[in-house]
């Protein structure tokens, strides 16, 4: 038996060359939903995965009240690879522990600015097959946030539900508002009552 009160949250964040133009926003809006999460009932991780045309694992199972999120933006958009070794390394991992102590919440945040335009060892096929998988026997819960793109469409394409995704503008409030419309979403989660993202999330989210 899984552990009921445990929730693990991976994110996967872009830190390709075109984030420079809101790279701050982008770390204050994650900084905050790690700070929001954390303040929640529950016990919580993080993981976190940058990438490019690159891939890091910055944070592994890590306390949420000592994640720092930091983004130096580089690069292409190896958003396939980047997905597909994430989930994978991921369920590797918490396949590792004792079933006790795996959480039995898993949500996972994809955040982009742009299309896929790099990746080496995954196709979206590929990664649809990872994500189907992990949600179908797993239950994990995914979210996918893309800008200069329609993301209900690519997240569809990757087998994520499209009131799970949304598309948001490349501004400080859009991105604000973002972000904390995923927050919001991922409270539903861990409290057991999930609520896709509204139309009025969606349209603060593009400003």
């Known amino acids: 038996m899984t552990d009921p009160n445990y929730t693990a949250l991976l994110l996967i964040v872009d830190r390709s060359g075109s984030m420079m133009q809101i790279r701050d926003d982008m770390?204050?809006?994650?900084?905050?939903?790690?700070?929001?999460?954390?303040?929640?009932?529950?016990?919580?991780t993080v993981d976190i995965v940058t990438f490019d045309d690159k891939i890091e694992h910055t944070h592994s199972f890590a306390d949420p009240t000592e994640v720092i999120v930091e983004l130096e933006p580089r690069g292409m958009t190896a958003l396939w690879d980047a997905i597909g070794i994430a989930v994978n390394n991921f369920g590797a991992a918490l396949a590792s522990l004792d079933e006790l102590h795996r959480p039995d919440m898993v949500q996972v945040v994809i955040v982009t600015d742009g299309m896929e335009n790099s990746s080496q060892e995954y196709t979206g096929a590929q990664v649809n097959k990872a994500i189907t998988h992990q949600r179908d026997t797993y239950k994990w819960d995914f979210v996918f946030l893309g800008a200069n793109q329609d993301a209900v469409a690519t997240a569809q394409e990757l087998g994520i539900d499209g009131d799970a995704a949304m598309t948001y503008s490349v501004d400080i409030e859009a991105v604000g508002a973002m972000h904390d419309a995923t927050s919001r979403y991922i409270h539903s989660v861990r409290a057991g009552a999930r609520e896709g993202f509204s139309p009025d999330e969606r349209a603060a989210s593009m400003n």
């Open 27 to 44: 770390v204050g809006g994650l900084q905050k939903l790690v700070d929001d999460q954390a303040s929640t009932p529950g016990k919580l």
